[in-house]
C-alpha cells in the first residue's frame, strides 16, 4: 500500500476536503485545539498563506482517493526563522493506523531541502501518544514542553514540541 501513496500540491479545489479531514480529528480532543467544526472560509487565508516553493501544502493520495493532507507553515512569522517551519499531517479517518505517517513524514523530510527547510517542528498533545510515537520513530526529538496551556472539555492538557533538524539542507 504505501508504495502506491501518491503527494500533490493542493489547489483550492481540495480546500472542502481538507477541511474535512480536519473537522474529523475535532471530536477526539487529540490532534487539534480547535474544538467547533471550522468552515472553508475559515480555512481559505491559511490556505493561501502556502506557496509550493517554500510552504507548500500537499494532498496525499492512494489510488485516486485522498487519503489525507500535509503542510508546511512559517513559525512565529519573523524572518529570521525563514528556515523552520511548523509540519501538520492530518489523514483521513479510513487512513490512520495504517503505516501512512512515517510515509508522509519521510517526504516532507525529503522535499525540505528543495523548499529551503533546515528545521522542523512539530506541536503534539503530550497525550497523543500516536503522533509522539510516529515523530520520535523518524528521529524527531523532544525540544520543548508547555505543561496546561491548553484547555479541552474542561481538561487541562500539555503541548510537547518536537523538532528535527534536515541533514541534507
Not at 503527494?7 to 474535512?20: G, M
Not at 480532543?29 to 510552504?55: G, Y
Not at 494532498?59 to 482517493?65: A, R, T
Not at 512569522?77 to 495504517?98: C, D, M, Q, V, W
Request: proline fraction near 5%; aromatic fraction near 12%.
Amino acid at each position: 500500500m504505501l508504495e502506491d501513496v501518491t503527494f500533490r500540491i493542493a489547489s483550492i479545489d481540495d480546500l472542502p476536503t481538507i477541511v474535512s479531514i480536519y473537522n474529523s480529528t475535532i471530536p477526539s480532543r487529540l490532534v487539534t485545539a480547535d474544538t467547533e467544526p471550522v468552515s472553508v472560509d475559515d480555512r481559505l487565508e491559511w490556505f493561501k498563506e502556502h506557496d509550493p516553493n517554500q510552504r507548500p501544502l500537499w494532498m496525499v493520495e492512494y489510488g485516486d482517493e485522498v487519503c489525507g493532507w500535509v503542510s508546511l507553515q512559517s513559525f512565529y512569522g519573523r524572518p529570521a526563522y525563514h528556515a523552520t517551519a511548523e509540519i501538520s499531517i492530518y489523514l483521513h479517518e479510513n487512513f490512520r493506523g495504517k503505516g501512512l505517517g512515517k510515509r508522509i513524514l519521510a517526504k516532507v523530510i525529503e522535499e525540505c531541502p528543495k523548499v529551503g527547510i533546515d528545521t522542523l517542528l512539530g506541536f503534539i498533545f503530550a497525550h497523543n501518544e500516536p503522533s509522539m510515537k510516529l515523530f520520535l520513530s523518524v528521529g524527531f526529538e523532544k525540544w520543548g514542553y508547555l505543561p496546561e496551556v491548553a484547555e479541552l472539555d474542561g481538561m487541562k492538557r500539555d503541548l510537547i514540541i518536537v523538532g528535527k533538524k534536515i541533514d541534507s539542507f
